[in-house]
């Protein structure tokens, strides 16, 4: 069985103010030492579990893995392609934040076998990231890479998030601009959302956040889409761009719907039809652990109809959308017969388009993923 | 421990509790039968009387129950008791004054921390009026906030009677309870009626149960009944067979006969119980009695609102469903209904604003029906150019103004309880409300009596919740329906994109329409949620547009990152969605939500 991987720290250096991710601050690296080795128990526990699972990705993701020290990062690693079978030439990403890297550092982790570096940036405007509560500013981004450029690293993704508070059209283009000079492989843009139990959201129930409306975000997403299109990148998702053969691979299994493994605090897996989740505290997922228990909190076992939806409204975040072929070879059922009815409203309202082998958003589409989802959801 | 022992007229005592919401009259009557053995420590709920759980939740009692308890007084002498619940609401005031004809005693319960309220003085006005033996009971003297001193000097102003006969209780440490039963045995007289008269029972409540049908719930003033006699209702003529008679423990439990002075409960094969209407006589169809007993009065709805389901399929289960409300309950009226906008629906009436709530959201509970209820409304009588009085609470069937001569709307007599701080609040939105000013009173207590005139329509919203923020929730009220008045009223309509939504429509007083209307509109525009192209609302008058706000068409809504593979999430936020949007109704083709036909008076 192929399998992406996904391994989860939650740890990070201090809480950004519209962070809702599963992470903790750590103050000292001793402090995480006991959820590594559960971290290490639980990848152990699944060899029998899936003895037979071949990794293709990995992803390291938190929190901010890179705080940990590179050895550690390289140890998971290890225990990773001892008890899973491996690709050589598989892809693996790790996050990072700037001013969690050094030179030693990223030699290690390049020398590890990590071939993907995932930057939050989150923006290159210093005014701006500190209002987000980031502890770095641009010239740390820009720093962390060119030094990881240095050491080799040939595949770098930056993170962005747009539509913040007060950001004027201008703002934004400046970040994007600064983003390109970079040329990195791939970035990541999102809009901000608003999660409940972040300060981000404490103060815009108090009326103290000033978002920028609906329409500017949509003039900043339209703009950027065509922008960074000019410089070379496409379009891929919803919220990616990719130069040339520089796709996430790991993402594409979320977005392809095939099987995943989540390990760590928090993590989410797709397994045999099942989608289950880890439990989220640190603590709790030790304590699990120590007792030699999976450490899943819930899970459900999909019906064939909530597997179709799933594949349908993430095939859809994709540019390719989704083929006919490759959905009747999953399924033994037709697209276009089951969702007839809600294909051929969005075809008629523009949001989706219909040739012969497949379905896509169209352009206007792109903007309200949402509501064309909803059409399919159950 | 339930011994039958027959006891002479003058070993019964017939009586009720009657207190403002909330000031512990279930508490107490739980304490009464428990002490009594009536019902064991194990058996009880939290509130032994309240059947339906609606009650239990809303902290009130909606139809009036009936039990029998004996007691084994000081003087060594065994005595019935019968012991009539009554609703505490202002909705129920006829229900209400029927449960007390059936008593010859009541006990007030007031609370001390919160002291004299409008149903308090309600309910002493009623009580004296079916010339009740009134035992004053201050209740909850243990709590902190207590101040039984000031509560005791209003009751002896209000009843001009002596500190001595007020009991001071708390029914929830059973504080009281011997000296309460005491009273009721000594203090209240026993029943007078002459059980070799012709047979006269009052029926007091009546209900509905589908294996045993109707069972009505009587006081027999003169003569008994027993199983085998044919009965006759006086004012609704009905003729019946006796089937079974019995007493409540509290649960039924037949009996040979009941006797003058009894209270217990007939079944004879009712049809049903709008037959058997609480107020009417029951008498002997082969010797009946010359005249009825007093009091009896058809209740009319005072307030109305269609129902309609949100999905049309449900009408025939919406039809069911109101059927099978109304056999319980025979102030609640309904009659189909046609409306452009929803489709097939109700036209309901009901007694006041509480009577619709619990209707409606037991047929969301119970009956499990998505509902779409429309804005409250009051009947309107409108005098015709042409000579014709029409009757009308939909503002959707109103006439076209060129053919009214005149409308008249329904004012009620307000009487509001409040600490002096509060005056200044309260009279502004009275007076905001179109009210008159009638009268004001001190209590003592630090308290003040209000009397007011307002028309009805003004009150049916949120009139309550805003008495109760304007006095941090110390003010109470009372009201009773007066008649009608003529007035200056005016029909909106609202247009939503373009569409004339007839559920939307409203009555309002001329001079606030402009206001009126430009409110409703902004909050259609916060409500309705936006669509994939731009949205009109607009209020008009006879098709002249006074307000108008647009709903700009939805450009951006797409969904951020799946952090680490978390789709689970993702999904259920989407299905999330969807099921608000199953709760919406397709207009055209614009969906707006349900709220958006309630929510529309609630504005300031």
């Known amino acids: 069985m192929n399998l992406g991987l996904y391994l989860h720290f939650p740890f990070c250096k201090t809480k950004c103010f519209y962070c809702d991710f599963n992470s903790y601050p750590l103050k000292n690296i001793e402090d995480a030492l006991p959820y590594i080795s559960a971290l290490h128990q639980e990848i152990i526990l699944y060899t029998k579990k899936i003895p037979k699972g071949i990794l293709k990705t990995i992803y390291l993701g938190g929190g901010t893995p890179t705080i940990l020290p590179a050895e550690i990062i390289n140890d998971t690693l290890e225990i990773c392609r001892e008890n899973f079978l491996t690709n050589p030439?598989?892809?693996?990403?790790?996050?990072?934040?700037?001013?969690?890297?050094?030179?030693?550092?990223?030699?290690?982790?390049?020398?590890?076998?990590?071939?993907?570096?995932?930057?939050?940036?989150?923006?290159?405007?210093?005014?701006?990231?500190?209002?987000?509560?980031?502890?770095?500013?641009?010239?740390?981004?820009?720093?962390?890479?060119?030094?990881?450029?240095?050491?080799?690293?040939?595949?770098?993704?930056?993170?962005?998030?747009?539509?913040?508070?007060?950001?004027?059209?201008?703002?934004?283009q400046e970040t994007i601009e600064e983003v390109c000079k970079l040329k990195p492989d791939h970035l990541s843009l999102y809009n901000l959302t608003l999660e409940e139990g972040t300060l981000f959201f404490k103060w815009w129930k108090e009326g103290k956040l000033n978002l920028p409306s609906e329409e500017l975000e949509y003039t900043m997403f339209k703009w950027a889409i065509s922008f960074l299109k000019k410089h070379g990148?496409?379009?891929?998702?919803?919220?990616?761009?990719?130069?040339?053969?520089?796709?996430?691979r790991h993402n594409k299994i979320y977005w392809d719907n095939q099987p995943y493994l989540g390990i760590g605090a928090g993590a989410s897996s797709f397994l045999g039809g099942y989608r289950y989740k880890n439990y989220a505290h640190p603590q709790k997922y030790i304590q699990e652990l120590e007792k030699g228990r999976f450490p899943v909190e819930e899970g459900e076992r999909l019906s064939l109809k909530k597997r179709m939806i799933e594949t349908i409204i993430l095939g859809l975040r994709r540019k390719e959308g989704i083929s006919y072929q490759k959905f009747k070879s999953r399924f033994k059922l037709d697209l276009d017969k089951m969702f007839n009815l809600q294909i051929d409203k969005l075809v008629n309202q523009k949001l989706l388009k219909k040739d012969k082998e497949r379905i896509q958003l169209t352009f206007r589409g792109l903007f309200l993923a949402n509501y064309v989802f909803r059409e399919f959801i159950d | 421990m339930l011994k039958e022992v027959t006891l002479t007229t003058d070993r019964i005592r017939n009586f009720s509790i009657i207190a403002h919401i909330d000031h512990g009259k279930s508490t107490l009557a739980d304490r009464l039968l428990e002490y009594t053995h009536t019902i064991s420590e194990r058996e009880r709920k939290e509130q032994i009387l309240d059947f339906m759980d609606l009650e239990r939740e809303k902290g009130i009692t909606i139809k009036s129950k009936a039990v029998r308890l004996y007691y084994q007084a000081r003087d060594g002498k065994e005595y019935l008791l019968n012991l009539i619940d009554t609703p505490g609401h202002v909705d129920f005031s006829y229900e209400v004054s029927r449960s007390l004809a059936a008593c010859e005693g009541a006990l007030l319960v007031v609370d001390a921390s919160q002291g004299i309220q409008a149903q308090t003085i309600a309910n002493i006005h009623l009580a004296q009026k079916n010339d009740l033996r009134i035992i004053p009971i201050v209740n909850k003297i243990d709590l902190s906030t207590a101040n039984p001193r000031q509560v005791i000097s209003s009751l002896r102003e209000l009843l001009a009677i002596s500190e001595e006969e007020i009991i001071l209780a708390s029914a929830k440490e059973g504080i009281g309870t011997v000296d309460i039963l005491e009273a009721i045995v000594k203090k209240i007289p026993p029943p007078k009626g002459n059980p070799d008269n012709p047979l006269r029972a009052?029926?007091?409540?009546?209900?509905?149960?589908?294996?045993?049908?109707?069972?009505?719930?009587?006081?027999?003033?003169?003569?008994?009944?027993?199983?085998?006699?044919?009965?006759?209702?006086?004012?609704?003529?009905?003729?019946?067979?006796?089937?079974e008679v019995g007493i409540f423990r509290p649960q039924l439990q037949p009996c040979q006969q009941l006797s003058a002075g009894e209270v217990g409960y007939i079944k004879a094969g009712f049809k049903n119980i709008q037959d058997t209407q609480v107020g009417d006589t029951i008498t002997d169809?082969?010797?009946?009695?010359?005249?009825?007993?007093?009091?009896?009065?058809?209740?009319?709805?005072?307030?109305?609102?269609?129902?309609?389901?949100?999905?049309?399929?449900?009408?025939?289960?919406?039809?069911?469903?109101?059927?099978?409300?109304?056999?319980?309950?025979?102030?609640?009226?309904?009659?189909?209904?046609?409306?452009?906008?929803?489709?097939?629906?109700?036209?309901?009436?009901?007694?006041?604003?509480?009577?619709?709530?619990?209707?409606?959201?037991?047929?969301?509970?119970?009956?499990?029906?998505?509902?779409?209820?429309?804005?409250?409304s009051v009947m309107y009588r409108i005098i015709k150019k042409d000579g014709n009085i029409i009757q009308v609470s939909n503002p959707s069937s109103f006439p076209a103004k060129m053919e009214i001569e005149k409308i008249e709307e329904p004012y009620v007599a307000m009487e509001i309880i409040t600490p002096n701080q509060y005056i200044g609040g309260i009279m502004e939105l009275v007076q905001d409300r179109r009210g008159i000013f009638k009268n004001m009173e001190y209590l003592g207590e630090n308290k003040v009596k209000l009397n007011y005139e307002l028309p009805l329509n003004e009150i049916i919203m949120d009139f309550y919740d805003k008495l109760k923020s304007r006095s941090s929730g110390y003010a109470s009220l009372d009201y009773e329906f007066l008649g009608y008045r003529p007035s200056d009223l005016i029909r909106v309509d609202?247009?939503?994109?373009?569409?004339?939504?007839?559920?939307?429509?409203?009555?309002?007083?001329?001079?606030?329409?402009?206001?009126?209307?430009?409110?409703?509109?902004?909050?259609?525009?916060?409500?309705?949620?936006?669509?994939?192209?731009e949205v009109p609302i607009q209020a008009a008058i006879e098709r002249k547009v006074i307000a108008r706000e647009t709903i700009r068409a939805l450009k951006k809504d797409v969904l951020a990152k799946c952090y680490g593979g978390d789709i689970t999430r993702k999904r259920k936020l989407l299905e999330k969605q969807k099921e608000g949007k199953k709760r919406m109704k397709k207009l055209g083709r614009v969906e707006i939500p349900q709220e958006a036909f309630l929510g529309i008076l609630k504005i300031d």
């Open chain 2, 202 to 243: 009052l029926i007091f409540d009546s209900v509905y149960n589908s294996y045993q049908g109707t069972i009505v719930y009587v006081r027999i003033v003169d003569g008994n009944i027993k199983p085998g006699m044919i009965i006759q209702t006086m004012v609704n003529l009905k003729k019946y067979e006796v089937a």
């Open chain 1, 233 to 248: 990148f496409e379009h891929y998702e919803i919220s990616n761009f990719a130069l040339p053969s520089k796709q996430s």
């Open chain 1, 89 to 172: 030439d598989m892809e693996i990403t790790v996050e990072a934040n700037p001013g969690t890297l050094d030179k030693r550092k990223l030699k290690v982790l390049l020398s590890a076998g990590i071939n993907r570096l995932s930057i939050g940036a989150q923006s290159l405007r210093d005014p701006e990231l500190k209002k987000m509560g980031r502890i770095h500013t641009k010239k740390d981004i820009i720093n962390t890479y060119q030094e990881a450029r240095e050491i080799g690293f040939n595949n770098i993704n930056l993170d962005i998030i747009f539509a913040l508070p007060k950001q004027t059209l201008i703002e934004f």
């Open chain 2, 494 to 533: 609202i247009l939503v994109n373009y569409e004339l939504v007839d559920a939307l429509s409203f009555i309002v007083f001329k001079e606030k329409a402009y206001y009126r209307a430009k409110k409703i509109v902004e909050k259609l525009k916060e409500i309705i949620p936006r669509q994939l192209y």
């Open chain 2, 285 to 376: 169809f082969y010797n009946p009695a010359n005249t009825s007993l007093p009091g009896y009065k058809k209740m009319n709805p005072l307030v109305f609102c269609s129902l309609y389901p949100v999905d049309n399929n449900d009408y025939e289960d919406l039809k069911s469903a109101l059927d099978k409300l109304k056999l319980n309950d025979s102030s609640l009226y309904s009659e189909p209904e046609t409306s452009q906008a929803l489709g097939f629906g109700f036209r309901c009436g009901f007694l006041g604003l509480l009577h619709m709530e619990i209707v409606q959201e037991r047929l969301e509970r119970e009956y499990n029906l998505n509902l779409i209820a429309t804005t409250p």
